[in-house]
């Protein structure tokens, strides 16, 4: 699967049954190539126009399945919520 078609599926959290949204970026492991986690980016301090709060990582292990249109991660969104800038 390549990267292109991750970012076009929706991300949903299966604990809250809400969408996080889509993929933006991957955490990658430099030695192994592997995928570490998904990133995710929250919204928008105002309007979506300064920035973000804060995104998402959902660490590899907490996907449960990926499916044609979304993708199903098991997560607790307050543990996974990271800070920006």
Do not use: H
């Not at 919204?43 to 990582?57: A, S, T």
């Not at 959902?58 to 969104?77: F, H, K, S, T």
């Amino acid at each position: 699967m390549r990267f292109y078609d991750l970012k076009q599926k929706e991300v949903i959290n299966i604990c809250t049954c809400r969408s996080l949204g889509c993929v933006s970026d991957l955490d990658l492991d430099c030695k192994t190539g592997c995928v570490l986690a998904l990133i995710i980016p929250g919204p928008g301090k105002f309007c979506w126009f300064l920035g973000r709060e804060y995104e998402y990582v959902i660490p590899w292990r907490c996907i449960i399945q990926i499916g044609a249109d979304i993708i199903l991660v098991e997560v607790n969104e307050d543990e996974v919520r990271k800070k920006c800038g």
